[in-house]
């Protein structure tokens, strides 16, 4: 039987309950139904909302279906109920397997772990002006969080070092040390470098040197397309009208879900056809062909 371990974990600036296991399709099905768990790319697992509620019916669901490990989590509430320094609530990655023995031998108190480093004021005033130029050049809120976040964890390791006195040799040590130790994805590494570019090219100023560092070239993966017996069952499983109209106005027009949601019916242009996709990607608006079904099913 499967075993599941549940820890605490801070994501997206709320107090969490992380959820690690061996991907299964059944228990990813069961996990994403009950408990409303969801999966988080930062931190390679599933996660939900840390609430008696949910947390009560992810345990019931899966009882009789997994091993559910749950020691950490138990001990950072204990600790939290009687206003003790816990844990701090960040587990990256999949947690080291917990021996099944009868009796723990002399667990690690988790009051010795020591929490995060906090950053130096020059590395804070860095860290303010860089986020402050991506408002003023009007980045999306995506693109802000995700360059802080690839930002931060620069900073994190430098500690007191300030970040202005890095050589394009510390950063390609840096990057060298993020792929081969932290094991980041080739996606993750571009991102990466792309904030570090961001900061020193555009915040301090600097001469364009990040052509000197070298970017793993990216995998080209072929999309996994459905058959159309496959397709059919999917879209008959759908009883809401809604939803159906939803998945079938992504499949059939191509459109991303961020695009779905902010369709307005003046978009839909059926004298010529056209759906009107206001300020996609990269705040670029664009056309996509209309087709008589997805005109008829829309209305």
């Given amino acids: 039987m499967e075993t599941i371990t ?109 929490p995060t480093p906090a950053l ?34 620069l ?18 040590r840096y990057m060298v040390y993020a792929i081969e130790t932290k094991g980041i994805s080739e996606n993750t590494a571009h991102s990466r470098l792309n904030a570090l570019k961001f900061y020193f090219e555009q915040v301090l100023g600097r ?14 993966l072929l999309p996994k397309l459905l058959n159309e017996t496959e397709i059919k069952r999917l879209f008959n499983a759908l009883a809401n009208k809604k939803h159906k109209a939803m998945l079938f106005t992504a499949y059939s027009a191509g459109l991303r879900v961020s695009e779905i949601v902010n369709l307005k019916m003046a978009d839909i242009d059926s004298k010529r056809m056209q759906l009107f996709i206001a300020r996609a990607k990269g705040k670029k608006d664009r056309y996509v062909n209309l087709s008589p079904v997805l005109l008829d099913i829309l209305r």
């Fill in 6 to 114: 549940l820890q605490p974990l801070q994501h997206r600036g709320k107090e969490c309950i992380g959820i690690y296991c061996t991907p299964n399709a059944t228990l990813n099905t069961c996990m994403q139904k009950n408990g409303g768990a969801k999966w988080s790319r930062t931190h390679s697992c599933w996660w939900m909302p840390c609430a008696q509620v949910n947390y009560q019916v992810f345990v019931k669901a899966l009882t009789g279906k997994a091993i559910l490990q749950t020691d950490a989590l138990k001990k950072y509430l204990a600790a939290k109920k009687k206003n003790k320094p816990v844990l701090p609530l960040a587990y990256p990655g999949k947690p080291v397997a917990v021996p099944q023995v009868k009796k723990a031998p002399e667990p690690a108190p988790a009051l010795s772990v020591k």
């Fill in 120 to 153: 130096c004021n020059q590395n804070k005033d860095a860290l303010q002006q860089f986020t402050q130029l991506l408002v003023l050049k009007a980045y999306s809120p995506s693109t802000i969080k995700t360059y802080r976040n690839e930002f931060m964890q």
């Fill in 207 to 220: 001469e364009k040197f990040f052509w000197e560092i070298p970017r793993p070239k990216k995998p080209i």
């Fill in 155 to 172: 900073l994190q390791i430098l500690k007191t070092r300030c970040i202005e006195d890095l050589t394009v040799a510390d950063l390609k």
